[in-house]
């Protein structure tokens, strides 16, 4: 067993099931539905299909980040049982959160000088992140220690990609992800936009695509022209979706009819409420290792 503590955030939409499996801990962020305080708590307290159900009908949904007090609380135990931390942060090209876990860090290091956290801006979102977060849990049950572990993280994350499409631009439009005009003009022309993760971890649109069709055969060509060995890519594959899981189905057969040598099928899970609150519903995301993103 390991002497440290592999640490996310919610934000990585995986199962608790499949993080607690991993010996991965994670801490959740706030959101409001209509008002009402939650914790994304990985569906347990909101199931996900009563979230999205209820955006679909009206219900305004807010987030807010984990702020320095709610870092410090998390971290506290872990180094007073006497392990350091290596926590990954969502993306600092969509929140700051990683300021606030700065500041329980300089705290808490303070009051436990033996002891380390190690911060990564993961540079990644969604599955993506728990893409990254599952490579660590091999590595560090394969017994690298948390140094060297911190090192390849860095030198490694941004070979994690990350393509979306939406066939409901509701919400990227009252993110601001997407202009009003565009949204409009996009929505009576069938538009589904496909966009994915820079490497300075932003969410940027890349393709208009129109038809649900011809978008789910271009996010595959994507997997083929940047995975680790194209269309021989043996590694982990995963997809998320905010509440169109016959899309999700729809990426997914397609990724095993092109890539016939994947470790295992791919999985699918639930875009979070944290992310899902800024996507709405309609969202497909798939995630895969491949070469350095750049732009």
């Known amino acids: 067993m390991s002497d440290y503590i592999l640490s996310c955030e919610s934000t990585v939409d995986l199962t608790p099931y499949h993080l607690s499996s991993r010996g991965i801990s994670y801490i959740a962020y706030p959101f409001t539905v209509d008002g009402i305080p939650y914790r994304d708590d990985l569906g347990r307290t909101l ?9 679909a009908n009206g219900a305004v949904t807010q987030t807010a980040q984990i702020n320095a007090y709610e870092f410090t609380e998390y971290f506290e135990p872990f180094l007073q049982d006497g392990k350091d931390v290596l926590h990954c942060c969502l993306s600092s090209g969509i929140t700051g959160v990683i300021n606030s876990a700065r500041i329980a860090k300089e705290v808490l290091e303070e009051r436990y000088p033996g002891r380390r956290i190690y911060l990564v801006d993961s540079l990644a979102a969604s ?15 394969e017994g690298m220690d948390i140094e060297t572990l911190y090192r390849w993280t860095e030198e490694n994350k941004l070979r994690v990609h990350h393509w979306f499409f939406s066939t409901d631009l509701t919400f990227y439009i009252r993110g601001g992800r997407i202009s009003k005009t565009a949204g409009t003009v996009g929505t009576l022309l069938g538009i589904c936009p496909l966009l994915n993760v820079d490497d300075h971890g932003r969410l940027i649109p890349r393709e208009k695509i129109r038809s649900k069709k011809r978008v789910i055969g271009q996010i595959v060509s994507k997997m083929e022209q940047f995975a680790d060995g194209g ?34 099928p791919p999985e699918i899970n639930s875009i979070g409420t944290t992310i899902g609150s800024h996507t709405g519903p309609g969202t497909v995301a798939l995630f895969f290792w491949g ?5």
């Open 231 to 264: 269309t021989g890519y043996s590694g982990t594959c995963y997809l998320s979706h905010s509440a169109c899981p016959q899309d999700a189905e729809a990426v997914a057969a397609l990724v095993r009819q092109r890539f016939p040598r994947l470790c295992c």
């Open 47 to 55: 199931p996900y299909d009563q979230f999205y159900e209820a955006m």
């Open 291 to 295: 070469t350095k993103r750049s732009g």
């Open 127 to 141: 599955s993506g992140s728990g893409l990254l977060m599952d490579r660590l849990a091999d590595l560090r049950d």
